[in-house]
């Protein structure tokens, strides 16, 4: 019964991601046809079309949704170390050793441990960014007023701190997994 609940729940977080990311492409589509008004860097800076568009983005949903999947499926247990801090947690769980926790910048990781990390923050950031930026075109496609006040860069920086949640956030479950499975 339980694993039939899990496999529920995955589901339905990948179809919000799918429909996040459907929200965000139509009003997009109905904001501006021709991509001249559009913020993606693919469109800004690689001069992508609809065509191109379209396919990296489906190319990388499939390896999101990969990663997520083996976050939500596939948990290895790799600490076996005891009593372990948060701040000692986080560096074990992403290069399975010891290290100081400002190494996660700038060191390789273990490549599962970075792989779950990375399905569990984007999936989420997705989610919530896809509706999020979904919301903003529509207003930006009814509202003259909205126009006015809409600001790229709040959106881009709203993104980011969105992102470091969810990424922090990761942890914080990993973590609690951690201390549920050692005891206090």
Same mark, same amino acid.
């Given at each position: 019964? @339980?694993? +039939?609940?899990?496999?529920?729940? *995955?589901?339905?977080?990948?179809?919000?991601? $799918?429909?996040?990311?459907?929200?965000? *492409?139509?009003?997009?589509?109905?904001?501006?046809?021709?991509?001249? +008004?559009?913020?993606?860097?693919?469109?800004?800076?690689?001069?992508?079309?609809?065509?191109?568009?379209? #396919?990296?983005?489906?190319?990388?949903?499939?390896?999101? #949704?990969?990663? *997520?999947?083996?976050?939500?499926?596939?948990?290895?247990?790799? #600490?076996?170390? +005891?009593?372990?801090?948060?701040?000692?947690?986080?560096?074990?769980?992403?290069?399975?050793?010891?290290?100081?926790?400002?190494?996660?910048?700038? @060191?390789?990781?273990?490549? @599962?441990?970075?792989?779950?990390?990375?399905?569990?923050?984007?999936?989420?950031?997705?989610?919530?960014?896809? *509706?999020?930026?979904?919301?903003?075109?529509?207003?930006?496609?009814?509202?003259?007023?909205?126009?006015?006040?809409? +600001?790229? @860069?709040?959106?881009?920086?709203?993104?980011?701190?969105?992102? $470091?949640?969810?990424?922090?956030?990761?942890?914080?479950?990993?973590?609690?997994?951690?201390?549920?499975?050692?005891?206090?």
């Amino acid at each position: 019964m @339980k694993k +039939n609940k899990e496999k529920a729940i *995955f589901i339905l977080i990948v179809i919000l991601l $799918l429909i996040s990311r459907c929200y965000d *492409f139509i009003t997009t589509y109905l904001y501006t046809p021709d991509l001249l +008004n559009e913020g993606n860097p693919l469109v800004v800076y690689l001069g992508f079309g609809w065509t191109h568009l379209i #396919i990296i983005t489906a190319v990388l949903l499939v390896g999101v #949704i990969y990663c *997520f999947y083996l976050d939500y499926f596939k948990r290895d247990k790799i #600490i076996t170390e +005891n009593k372990l801090s948060f701040k000692e947690f986080v560096p074990y769980s992403y290069f399975g050793r010891d290290e100081k926790i400002i190494a996660i910048f700038y @060191k390789t990781p273990k490549l @599962k441990p970075f792989l779950r990390w990375l399905g569990y923050t984007i999936t989420y950031t997705l989610i919530v960014v896809g *509706f999020m930026i979904g919301t903003s075109t529509t207003f930006l496609i009814i509202s003259e007023k909205y126009k006015g006040i809409y +600001n790229a @860069k709040v959106f881009i920086a709203t993104m980011v701190l969105i992102a $470091l949640f969810f990424a922090y956030n990761f942890f914080r479950k990993e973590y609690k997994y951690y201390k549920k499975t050692f005891g206090k």
